[in-house]
């Protein structure tokens, strides 16, 4: 008897956004790598352009698009051109968005809109449009990409940032609540800090952010675009065909270690005894 591949996605029509570049990049190339039909979304045509070629000089099949994700109107209008297409959608990867950095005091009520516009309600127009297609079919996968600031307060002029991030998981949570019965999984992954352009500009406009950010990852480095390829393949595939609902860290540790922890091997397995540590037997 012949057993299909667990990460065989040659038969998966894959809309990616945020392909020029990081994450979305990253996507990209790994979805092709594994058999998928990559639809590239981007604003960025040179971007696009230069992901598409790479796709396809490996062998693989990519459709790029110039695309807004924060424009509400062209995700109808995107979905309609697929359904003309390719007559469906497989997965839908939710990458690109941008945030705002400010002091909470300084953030007016016309920026907050922009941002939760961008971040939160686009994004679920592209989520309601392919969960339409997505559930006739009765199968298909969604896959959000949050942040810890989902989670967890980051500061540094982060708030309206981290309030979209909590909207997007709780979107992630409560859409797949509403559809794994039909059949439709949604998940997020909730990255630390990645070396994609807009960060690499953070670093180089103050170059001690980078290790307050090490200070807090375990893992010893920070995060590289290709970390989210392995996590991408299977949330596009049958071998996370349980898992829906989920919010996945990547991060290198930092979710797990408490604000007060210290990285690395501090202490030598003989430096402490029982008797020297109270509440502890040797």
């Known amino acids: 008897m012949s057993i299909p591949p667990l990460f065989d996605l040659s038969a998966t029509i894959a809309v990616v956004s945020g392909a020029a570049s990081g994450m979305g990049k990253a996507s990209s190339l790994a979805l092709a790598a ?72 300084s953030i007016t009520d016309a920026d907050l809109r922009t941002v939760l ?6 994004r679920y127009a592209h989520c309601r449009e392919a969960g339409r297609r997505m559930l006739r079919r009765g199968s298909g996968s969604i896959v959000n990409i949050g942040s810890l600031a989902s989670l967890t307060a980051l500061g540094r002029g982060h708030a309206a940032y981290s309030m979209a991030m909590g909207a ?28 994609n352009p807009g960060l690499e500009r953070r670093i180089d406009e103050d170059a001690a952010i980078r290790e307050k950010w090490l200070s807090g990852i375990p893992r010893g480095r920070l995060g590289r675009p290709e ?35 210290s990285i690395g091997p501090q202490f030598s397995g003989d430096q402490f005894s029982g008797d020297q540590v109270p509440g502890v037997q040797a």
């Open 227 to 261: 970390d989210i390829q392995g996590l991408i393949v299977l949330l596009a595939s049958d071998a996370s065909s349980w898992i829906t609902g989920a919010l996945i860290p990547m991060d290198g540790g930092n979710l797990a270690m408490n604000a007060g922890g």
């Open 34 to 105: 594994h058999g998928a039909t990559v639809v590239l979304l981007d604003r960025h045509e040179a971007g696009l352009a230069a992901t598409a070629g790479a796709i396809t000089a490996a062998g693989g099949r990519a459709v790029p698009r110039v695309h807004d994700v924060a424009d509400v109107e062209a995700a109808r209008r995107l979905f309609e051109w697929l359904d003309d297409e390719f007559g469906r959608v497989d997965f839908l990867a939710n990458v690109a968005g941008e945030g705002l950095l400010a002091d909470p005091l």
């Open 168 to 195: 997007v998981a709780q979107m992630t949570r409560e859409l797949s609540t509403e559809w794994a019965a039909r059949g439709v999984r949604v998940n997020a992954i909730l990255p630390a800090q990645v070396l």
């Open 117 to 122: 516009e961008t971040l939160v309600v686009a």
